[in-house]
C-alpha cells in the first residue's frame, strides 16, 4: 500500500505565506477614533457676575438736627440718615449723600443732580405739584422756642414780636400768614439753628420751627435756657422723601422698602434712638410714618 507525500519546499512555502499574511494584518489594524469632548454643559459654564447695585445720590440739607446733620467727622448722620440706609438695604440698592443747601434743594432734584430728597420735607400741595413723594415716614407739627423770661404763651402772640424762621419751610410758610407778606419783623435765616442762635443772642423773640428740631435743640443747649410753646392751631404735618415728577420706579422701590422697614420693626428702632421708644410705639400705632 503507498502513501501520499508533499514536498517539503512546498510546506515551508505555505507556512511562510500565512505569517506573512497574519503579521500584515495586525500592521493593517487601526485604532478606533477619540472620543469627541462632551458638551458643555450649563451646570459647567461660569456663572455670570451680579450685576452692581444701583447707586442713587441723595440730597439732604445737613443742618437739622436730629434728621440730618453733619458729626465732627464731616459725616452725615441722623434720623433721616438712618431711616434711608434701611430702606436702601431692604429694597436692594446703594445710597450717596450729598449735603446740599436747603435754598437750592428742590431745583437739585428738578435738574437731575439729585436722584431723590430726604431732608424732613413735609408733604404739600404745592410741592406735589413739582415732585413725587413717598410715602409718609414721620408726623411733626410746627412748635414754638422763646426765651425762659418770655410771655408768649400762643401762636398769636407772635403776630407783632420779630421772628426767626427757616428760608421757604412750613415755619416760614405759617409766620408769613400770620405776619403778612409784607411783615418786616419776619426775620430768615439759612438753618433754623441759626435762628435759634439769634434767639439766643436777643436778635429775635421767638423761632417757629418743627417739633422735632426745636425739641432736640433745647435738650442739647440747656445753657440757652429756652422754653417751648405749643399750639392747637398748627396743623400736623407729614414728612416724605421727594423724587422727580414721574419717576414711579424708584417711588415704588423706596415704598416698598420703607413697608418692609416698618414691618420688621427696624423703623422702631431707629425712631426710638432718636425720639424714644415711648414716641415710637406711638408711631407705629398711629400707622403713618411729618416739615420743613
Known amino acids: 500500500m503507498s502513501t501520499l507525500s508533499f514536498p ?3 510546506l515551508w512555502q505555505r507556512a511562510a505565506m500565512l505569517m506573512a499574511g497574519l503579521v500584515l494584518a495586525a500592521c493593517g489594524k487601526q485604532e478606533p477614533p477619540a472620543p469627541a469632548p462632551a458638551p458643555a454643559t450649563e451646570a459647567s459654564a461660569p456663572a455670570p457676575a451680579p450685576a452692581p447695585a444701583k447707586v442713587y445720590v441723595v440730597g439732604t440739607d445737613a443742618a437739622y438736627a436730629p434728621f440730618e446733620s453733619q458729626n465732627q467727622k464731616g459725616e452725615i448722620v441722623g434720623f433721616d440718615i438712618d431711616v ?3 430702606i436702601a438695604q431692604k429694597a436692594g440698592f446703594e445710597v450717596k449723600f450729598v ?8 431745583n437739585s432734584l428738578q435738574q437731575g443732580d439729585r436722584d431723590f430728597l430726604v431732608s424732613a420735607i413735609t408733604i404739600t400741595d404745592e410741592r406735589k405739584q413739582t415732585m413725587d413723594f413717598s410715602n409718609p415716614y414721620f408726623d411733626a407739627h410746627q412748635l414754638i422756642a422763646v426765651r425762659e423770661n418770655s410771655k408768649v404763651t400762643k401762636f398769636e402772640d407772635l403776630k407783632k414780636l420779630k ?3 427757616q428760608t421757604g419751610t412750613t415755619g416760614d410758610e405759617v409766620v408769613t400768614k400770620l405776619q403778612g407778606k409784607n411783615s418786616t419783623t419776619i426775620k430768615r435765616f439759612e438753618s433754623t439753628p441759626l435762628a435759634l442762635k439769634e434767639l439766643e443772642a436777643g436778635g429775635v423773640d421767638a423761632v417757629v420751627a418743627d417739633n422735632g428740631v426745636i425739641e432736640n435743640y433745647v435738650a442739647n443747649n440747656p445753657q440757652s435756657k429756652f422754653k417751648t410753646v405749643n399750639d392747637a392751631s398748627f396743623t400736623p404735618e407729614q414728612y416724605g422723601i421727594a423724587v422727580r415728577k414721574g419717576n414711579t420706579e424708584l417711588l415704588e422701590k423706596i415704598n416698598q422698602g420703607l413697608a418692609a422697614i416698618k414691618a420688621d420693626g427696624t423703623y422702631d428702632q431707629i425712631y426710638g434712638k432718636y425720639f424714644g421708644a415711648k414716641k415710637a410705639d406711638a408711631a407705629a400705632a398711629a400707622a403713618s410714618g411729618a416739615s420743613k
Not at 449735603?99 to 428742590?106: L, S
Open 84 to 86: 434711608v440706609n434701611a
Open 99 to 106: 449735603n446740599t443747601p436747603w435754598e437750592g434743594i428742590f
Open 8 to 10: 517539503m519546499n512546498s
Open 163 to 165: 421772628v426767626g424762621v
